[in-house]
Antibody, heavy 121, light 107 residues
């Protein structure tokens, strides 16, 4: 059974960089799209972007593109998110999820449990 | 960006009721539409992909339909564990976008 687990600091200071890692277990990180999302308290879901394991190509939400970097480490079965110059508006629960390439519609079939990141001094 | 609009934003229903949630895309997305269920404090769970295909392990009371711009999620007989928030989401283009959610509450 594939499992995803987010990890990283729960508190980040304004103007600093938010860094999260998602560890994939029970399956290979190869041949899938690996995604990050966030959800502010009481609000809906926002897609941050994805990284494709083959070729490591990325796609980011234009609303965050200037501040986002995603990377992937196949040797550790992990992928990561960096969001720089954070403000209080970046406070949210952050999720990682797998995008299935075996279905044309690329649904997100496995999700991490989510991790709350608070931006505050 | 493709805008996804769900209705209603919330509804009250009883166990055993038939529930229908609609989702409209701002442009045609063929069948690149997925539905998720989110329980409070939990991650979203994939229910339906490609507009009408039920994800493995999801009860058969869940079904989806539609194509183009208009889609529907139906729960044929609401169960206690179905009280949650439901989101539609398009993967036709990037950025991937979600509807605003429909909260299904106990009547």
């Amino acid at each position: 059974q594939v499992q995803l687990q987010e990890s990283g600091p729960g508190l980040v200071k304004p103007s600093e960089t938010l860094s999260l890692t998602c560890t994939v277990s029970g399956g290979s990180i190869s041949d899938y799209y690996w995604n990050w999302f966030r959800q502010p308290a009481g609000n809906g879901l926002e897609w941050i972007g994805h990284i494709y394991s083959s070729g490591r190509s990325t796609s980011y939400n234009p609303s965050l593109k200037s501040r986002v970097t995603m990377s992937l480490d196949t040797s550790k079965n992990q992928f990561s998110l960096k969001l720089n110059s954070v403000t209080a508006a970046d406070t949210a629960v952050y999720y990682c999820a797998r995008g299935s390439v075996y279905i044309a519609q690329l649904p997100f079939d496995y999700w991490g449990q989510g991790t709350l990141v608070t931006v505050s001094s | 960006d493709i805008q996804m609009t769900q209705s209603p934003s919330s509804l009250s229903a009883s166990v055993g009721d038939r529930v229908t949630i609609t989702c409209r895309a701002s442009q045609s997305i063929s069948n690149y539409l997925n539905w998720y269920q989110q329980q409070p404090g939990k991650a979203p769970k994939l229910l339906i992909y490609a507009a009408s295909s039920v994800q493995s392990g999801v009860p058969s009371r869940f079904s989806g339909s539609g194509s183009g711009t208009d889609f529907t999620l139906t729960i044929s007989s609401l169960q206690p564990e179905d009280f949650a928030t439901y989101y539609c989401q398009q993967t036709y283009s990037t950025p991937r976008t979600f509807g605003g959610g429909t909260k299904v509450e106990i009547k």
